[in-house]
């Protein structure tokens, strides 16, 4: 399992702004310090501005600054954001096996793996903010897999 570019990328562009003197950056400044092209850099944030991470000031003085506290800020929903979600449970709701797309499903027990792995990424990614990237060089999720063992229910077919 990887996370895309674009997730890395985006992620990366997030947290130069976060960390700027000033609380703001351009395109420019960005594209510069991670060593990608502008208008790569320019296609990520208008993904992040379109969701609400950041917003965007025009004119001389103008950039690109965090729309609300780092602290605030989910990584796991700027995830979803700029890749979405490894598991799409509207695939399975809209393809029950009696489709051709399906032929290899084999009752779709493979989604139950998706799923569990969802949950997973979502409760870890879900458990850290920008601020706790900032702050350390290995961000610590709220969560501990060390405490409880992983749910094993089992998923219901649709």
């Not at 130069?16 to 609380?23: E, K, L, T, V, Y």
């Not at 992040?48 to 950039?63: E, H, N, P, V």
Request: with cysteine; aromatic share 6%.
């Amino acid at each position: 399992m990887k996370f895309s570019a674009q997730e890395e990328y985006g992620l990366r562009c997030l947290l130069q702004i976060a960390r700027s003197d000033d609380g703001s950056m351009t395109i420019p400044e960005i594209s510069k310090v991670e060593g990608m092209s502008q208008t790569h850099v320019a296609k990520l944030l208008m993904i992040l501005r379109k969701d609400g991470f950041i917003k965007s000031t025009r004119g001389q003085a103008g950039g690109y600054a965090l729309a609300r506290p780092a602290e605030e800020i989910n990584v796991g929903d700027v995830l979803t954001s700029l890749g979405g979600k490894l598991f799409d449970e509207e695939f399975c709701a809209k393809h029950s096996g009696q489709l051709s797309i399906c032929t290899h499903a084999v009752d779709c027990s493979v989604r139950s793996l998706w799923q569990v792995i969802q949950e997973a990424v979502d409760q870890v990614t879900g458990g850290i903010s920008l601020a706790d990237m900032m702050n350390e060089d290995e961000p610590k999720s709220n969560v501990s897999f060390m405490s409880a063992p992983p749910s094993r229910e089992k998923v219901g077919h649709r």
